[in-house]
């Protein structure tokens, strides 16, 4: 049985930094592992995606120069570094894992986590 778990959300002022771990259990069977992310009243949207091989990456523009996701093949865990952090990052953030693509569509993924709040205050 397949599993995400992901940790490290919290509260956090505006500027402020964070980061979020996602754990896989199971056997994905998954190309690429994703971020994405909620807020109230709107859809899901892509924050970031890795590469299992080679680790490439792709990054949401509202993220870019901020955020960074990375992963540790070894551990089966991929992390997002988010630093300066802005109140309109506040969501809850979900982790997938995904095989065939399209990589910043949730149509992409199969497997998803349960999600972990961010909040960002000012």
């Known amino acids: 049985q397949v599993q995400l778990v992901e940790s490290g959300g919290g509260l956090v002022q505006a500027g402020g930094s964070l980061r979020l771990s996602c754990a896989a259990s199971g056997r994905t069977s998954s190309n690429y592992m994703g971020w994405f992310r909620q807020a109230p009243g709107t859809e899901r949207e892509f924050v970031a995606v890795i590469r299992w091989s080679g680790g490439s990456t792709n990054y949401a523009d509202s993220v870019k120069g901020r955020f960074t996701i990375s992963n540790d093949n070894a551990k089966n865990t991929v992390y997002l570094q988010m630093n300066s952090l802005k109140i309109e990052d506040t969501a809850v953030y979900f982790c997938?894992?995904?095989?065939?693509?399209?990589?910043?569509?949730?149509?992409?993924?199969?497997?998803w986590g349960q999600g972990t709040q961010v909040t960002v205050s000012s």
């Open positions: 997938a894992a995904g095989r065939g693509g399209p990589w910043s569509l949730t149509s992409g993924y199969t497997y």
